[in-house]
């Protein structure tokens, strides 16, 4: 089994910064990749960030591209979601998810674990 929570939501005036932590306990060993999520209320989980494979690629989603980052600290077992530049339609619960499989890391499906999220509400 794999732990993740997630941490630094909060409410934030647009243009302004945030950064998400999610920290990971437990089996860690075998996570294959590690991604974000986001879901708004009345819509579709969908693909923020994430880490191809186990290396060190990302990719982002269009909407999100030049102004989020991912990192992690492996030392830490802690994945950061970097947000920079934010806008009110960035307004969502953001989950922190990891997989166990080689498989298409922007499908939210192809995630095993999943943290509670994290609320980031942004206005204008």
């Known amino acids: 089994q794999v732990q993740l929570v997630e941490s630094g939501g909060g409410l934030v005036q647009a243009g302004e910064s945030l950064r998400l932590s999610c920290a990971a306990s437990?089996?860690?060993?075998?996570?294959?990749?590690m991604g974000w999520f986001r879901q708004a209320p009345g819509k579709e989980r969908e693909f923020v960030a994430a880490?191809?494979?186990?290396?060190?690629?990302?990719d982002y989603a269009d909407s999100v591209k030049g102004r989020f980052t991912i990192s992690r600290d492996n030392a830490k077992n802690t994945v950061y979601l970097q947000m920079n530049s934010l806008k009110p339609e960035d307004t969502a619960v953001y989950y922190c998810?990891?997989?166990?499989?080689?498989?298409?890391?922007?499908?939210?499906?192809?995630?095993?674990?999943w943290g509670k999220g994290t609320q980031v509400t942004v206005y204008s």
């Open positions: 998810a990891a997989r166990l499989r080689f498989s298409d890391y922007s499908d939210y499906r192809s995630y095993d674990y």
């Open positions: 437990g089996r860690t060993f075998s996570i294959s990749g």
């Open positions: 880490f191809i494979w186990s290396g060190t690629n990302t």
